[in-house]
């Protein structure tokens, strides 16, 4: 595009101007060589002006350039004023007549009517430029003298040259022309790129500026090249002009790490780290002071340049997380005075239980109740005690030797009952020593959780199996189950305070959404980890791996093959 523009300016600008112009500027080449033939005749033989034949060529000259300017050629009949070179032809033909063969050389003017006509759009223009130039060559011949070899020479030569260089710039032309054509196809295109470049430039622009989620775009280099109306909040919010992002004007905003009280480094924030090619998830910021300031939530991301190695850029999302913030403290604020509210209560209840328990004459059956009342009121002090550890982030842990097998033994016989009631069968195969770092009561309790939720989630006839061995100095206990499952959404969030999976909220199961939270931190606070692996209608296997208590060791060293032998507890057949 830009070559064909650089060969064509001309060609441009002249097809720009008004026919009129163009016919004059067209005539103008053989008027200004008729102006220098008239002055070397006027100097050199000024008596030539006296051939009456002479001055009426040049009047002709001159009135035809005239009548180029004056004459309405865009009202007359298409392409009328081709007639002009032909009218050139005659002029050069009466001054050949007027000077004579002495200067047969002025057949040289023939060449502007041959051209004019060459780049003209007259159908049989080659078949008149040569006719033109062939009749013109004729006139020095009618001159008295007779024919020479010289004169024979100049009848053949001058119309074959003509001939060619009319079929030579006809050939240039119509080449110019399609250049001509294929450059305005090309700038058409361009335009309608161009316009189409803008209508998604717009509409990105509306987009962006329509969500209530702030964005910075920054490019290879981390130069920030688009940010959105919400991050001009932010950005305000955070004491920045509006047209910077809060988080490149080094130490003048009030930007706080996610405790609310830190002041956050400038190259500890999200707009930083993303310019240096770090991914960030999730990361909590709080903007402004009280009673102002908001919490907003950053993740980055990077954008794959076009070669697939490099980045292309990141982009940075602020997202406004006050108002869930406040939720949660409002639930860890409920959590926990509902739970002082029923501990109280508990424990009045616990202490009657426990004197009930020591009257002597107490029947064994009502004893028998009792101490399943007392078991149940136990068991329900711990679980307010965990809504209170949960909203308060703290359990405590008090690790020492313990075999697993036995803590899986006692959690099976006290789900039994519960997996018995819906026909559920538990698959016990940890029948084997299984010593780990752990605290005994709250491993009880998380595979306590563990198994109460496969039993809520798997259907009638199904089976939930507990396995354990040791691998690499770790103790590794699974309990898995072919019940309902997660999709991958789910799954994600499984561990999150109150979440509960959309399959138990169409069943209709009962759960606070507490029980997994606080499993994970009783691991994690034994130095453990728990994962979870789960397909829609496929069932769940929840994997939890402890530090292995030290100078112990286990005989399982391998994973067990599922379905293996070992001690089966047979809840229901």
Not at 45 to 67: I, R
Not at 550 to 557: F, L, T, V
Request: glycine letters at 6%; hydrophobic letters at 45%.
């Amino acid at each position: 595009m830009p070559q064909l523009r650089a060969q064509l300016p001309f060609a441009r600008n002249f097809h720009s101007l008004g026919l009129r112009t163009r016919v004059v500027l067209c005539q103008l080449p053989l008027v200004s060589c008729m102006l220098v033939v008239t002055s070397v005749f006027a100097l050199a033989e000024p008596a030539m002006f006296a051939n009456p034949l002479f001055t009426l060529c040049l009047l002709l000259h001159a009135v035809l350039l005239a009548a180029c300017a004056v004459v309405p050629w865009e009202r007359l009949p298409e392409r009328s004023f081709q007639i002009v070179p032909v009218l050139d032809f005659v002029l050069i033909a009466l001054l050949l007549h007027a000077v004579g063969r002495t200067y047969s050389n002025l057949m040289l003017l023939l060449v502007f009517p041959v051209i004019w006509l060459s780049v003209s759009k007259f159908k049989s223009r080659i078949l008149v430029a040569f006719a033109g130039t062939l009749a013109t060559a004729l006139v020095p011949l009618l001159a008295p003298g007779g024919l020479d070899a010289g004169h024979l020479l100049r009848l053949v030569l001058l119309p074959s040259v003509m001939l060619a260089i009319s079929i030579s710039v006809h050939i240039i032309a119509n080449n110019m022309d399609f250049q001509r054509d294929q450059l305005a196809v090309k700038e058409a295109e361009v335009r309608r790129l161009l316009a189409a470049s803008r209508e998604r430039e717009q509409l990105l622009h509306a987009v962006v500026d329509s969500i209530d989620v702030g964005l910075v775009a920054l490019d290879a280099e981390g130069r920030v090249t688009l940010t959105n109306r919400q991050q001009d909040a932010f950005a305000v919010r955070a004491g920045t002009s509006r047209d910077a992002a809060p988080d490149l004007q080094q130490g003048r905003q009030r930007i706080y790490d996610g405790d609310g009280v830190t002041f956050l480094a400038p190259e500890s924030r999200p707009v930083r780290r993303a310019a240096e090619k770090q991914d960030v998830a999730g990361q909590l910021l709080w903007l402004g002071e009280e009673p102002q300031r908001i919490a907003v939530s950053a993740t980055a991301r990077s954008i794959e340049g076009q070669d697939g190695d490099c980045p292309g850029g990141s982009v940075v999302l602020f997202k406004d997380v006050t108002n869930q913030l406040a939720e949660l403290a409002a639930k860890d604020d409920f959590m926990s005075g509902i739970s002082h509210e029923l501990r109280t209560p508990l424990t009045s209840i616990l202490a009657y239980l426990e004197l009930a328990l020591e009257h002597p004459d107490l029947p064994a059956e009502v004893a028998a109740h009792l101490e399943v009342a007392d078991r149940n009121a136990e068991r329900l002090l711990t679980l307010i005690s965990d809504f209170l550890s949960a909203s308060a982030g703290t359990l405590e842990i008090r690790p020492e030797p313990t075999d697993l097998a036995d803590v899986v033994r006692a959690a099976v016989q006290s789900a039994a009952a519960t997996a018995a009631a819906k026909d559920i069968a538990l698959d016990n195969q940890v029948d084997h020593e299984l010593v780990a770092a752990a605290d005994p009561a709250r491993m009880g309790q998380v595979l306590d959780n563990l198994l109460s939720n496969a039993i809520k989630y798997s259907p009638a006839g199904s089976t939930v199996s507990i396995r354990g061995w040791q691998h690499a100095g770790a103790s590794v206990l699974e309990v898995a189950d072919t019940g309902y499952g997660m999709d991958d959404a789910d799954r994600l969030r499984v561990f999150d305070r109150f979440f509960r999976s959309s399959s138990a909220r169409r069943s209709g199961i009962h759960g606070t959404g507490l029980g997994l939270v606080v499993t994970k931190e009783i691991v994690e606070r034994h130095g453990g980890t728990i994962d979870v692996a789960s397909a829609l209608g496929e069932g769940t296997t929840f994997t939890v791996t402890l530090p292995a208590a030290e100078g112990r060791s286990s005989s399982a060293a391998t994973k067990p093959e599922a379905g293996s032998g070992g001690l089966r507890n047979r809840a229901a057949t």
